[in-house]
Every structure is written in structure tokens, then in C-alpha cells.
């Protein structure tokens, strides 16, 4: 697609339950970032992957978080047993490679509630 | 660790009146720093990237500055449709494990601006 497509763009669930974000980056893009926003904050790195390199998972808030990339393309991060505080609106964005890391392109995201 | 800081929080001008929001930073030599604009329910716009003290960049009514410890970002004769959250981020020039590409957001400045 002509953009980063991330997917449902609205979920909302309920504490405990277990949800799964979607995440298309651009075609031919080799990295991609995953970020979460709460309401009225910045953006809040979470993971990123680069080609075939081990991901950097240094944001990851909890064990209950974690992500994969199938195929050098889609990503999928997953939140286990929801709480309250995982409310927010979770970011995608892809880069292409070769350039120097700055221009990062940002899907509209996946506003997540958990009641 | 790296740490961005914005302000003002919040800004609000009249059109056409000039102004500047600051980004100030400490990060482990700097690779890069960058602009990002965002409109309420979307992802964040790239505006800019600046790679060393000294250099600038323009579009349009915004114009980007870099110092070795802060950024601002110029807004000359603003206009309602400037009014969005602006975002700083910064990524540092370490290139250890895979934390290479990781940028680090501030909280962001919420300009209005009134016709």
C-alpha cells in the first residue's frame, strides 16, 4: 500500500482478555517501530525491528507485551492479560533502508481502551 | 539515557503572530534530531531532520535551528492550519546491538493558533 496500515483501528476490550495489533509497513521498508501514546503524552518507544537483525526490545513495558515480524513485513504485537493501564494508542512506523534513521513513516495507529 | 524536553506545553497565537517552540536534549552523541508534526487522531508528519549544531532547515512559515543542546523550530506569520502538536525526537550516534535506530520522542507542544 501506498502507506503504514495498522489494523483495527479501535478495540476495545476487557481486563485480562488478550489482544493483537496489525502492523503493514510500506512495501520495501526494512525497519519498523512500534510506539504507544497515552492521552496528552509523547510517543513512548516500545520495540523496533532492522532487516534480519535481533529486535531491539528495550521498551517493552512488561513480559505481558511482545512482537514479531513474519516474513521481514507485517508485524504483530501482542498484549496478554490486559490491564487498564495498557490504554493507549499504539503507533506503527517504517523506515527504508539506507537512509539515516530520522525520516520514519507513522501509521494512524490502534486506539486500544480496556475497561 | 537519552531525554528530550519541549516547551512550552502549550502555545497559543494569533495568526500572523511569530513564535518559537524549544527542544532541549541530552543524548549519547547525537546522530540526528528531528521534527515531527501530528493532528489529533493521526499518526505523526515528518518535517524535518538536522544532523549537526549550526544547521537549518525551512518550510515554508517553520524553520528548524540546531545548537548542541537544543533545537528550536520558528514559526513565521502562523496560520490556523498550523495549529498541531509538534514533536521533537533524537537519536543517538552510538551504533551498539540494534539500539541504532531507536528515536526518543519529547512530550510534544500543542501550538493553537486563532485567526
Known amino acids: 500500500g501506498a502507506g503504514v496500515s495498522q489494523s483495527p483501528s479501535n478495540k476495545v476490550t476487557e481486563k485480562g482478555k488478550d489482544v493483537e495489533l496489525r502492523c503493514d509497513p510500506i512495501s520495501g521498508h526494512t525497519a519498523l517501530y512500534w510506539y504507544r501514546q497515552s492521552l496528552g503524552q509523547g510517543l513512548e518507544f516500545l520495540i523496533y525491528?532492522?532487516?534480519?537483525?535481533?529486535?531491539?526490545k528495550s521498551g517493552l513495558p512488561s513480559d505481558r507485551f511482545s512482537a514479531e515480524r513474519t516474513g521481514g513485513s507485517v508485524s504483530t504485537l501482542t498484549i496478554q492479560r490486559t490491564q487498564q493501564e495498557d490504554s493507549a494508542v499504539y503507533l506503527c512506523?517504517?523506515?527504508?533502508?539506507?537512509?539515516?534513521?530520522?525520516?520514519?513513516?507513522f501509521g494512524e495507529g490502534s486506539r486500544l481502551t480496556v475497561l | 539515557e537519552d531525554q528530550v524536553t519541549q516547551s512550552p506545553e502549550a502555545l497559543r497565537l494569533q495568526e500572523g503572530e511569530s513564535s518559537s517552540l524549544n527542544c532541549s536534549y541530552t543524548?549519547?552523541?547525537?546522530?540526528?534530531l528531528f521534527w515531527y508534526r501530528q493532528d489529533p487522531g493521526k499518526g505523526p508528519e515528518f518535517l524535518f531532520t538536522?544532523?549537526?549544531a549550526g544547521e537549518e532547515k525551512e518550510k515554508e512559515r517553520l524553520k528548524a535551528t540546531l545548537t548542541k543542546k537544543e533545537s528550536f523550530l520558528h514559526i513565521t506569520a502562523p496560520k490556523p492550519e498550523d495549529s498541531a502538536t509538534y514533536l521533537c525526537a533524537v537519536q543517538a550516534g552510538y551504533a551498539g546491538g540494534t539500539s541504532y535506530g531507536k528515536l526518543t520522542f519529547g512530550q510534544g507542544t500543542i501550538l493553537t493558533v486563532h485567526p
Open positions: 538536522l544532523y549537526s
Open positions: 525491528f532492522q532487516g534480519n537483525s535481533a529486535p531491539d
Open positions: 512506523a517504517s523506515r527504508l533502508t539506507g537512509t539515516r534513521g530520522g525520516e520514519l513513516f
Open positions: 543524548v549519547s552523541g547525537l546522530r540526528g
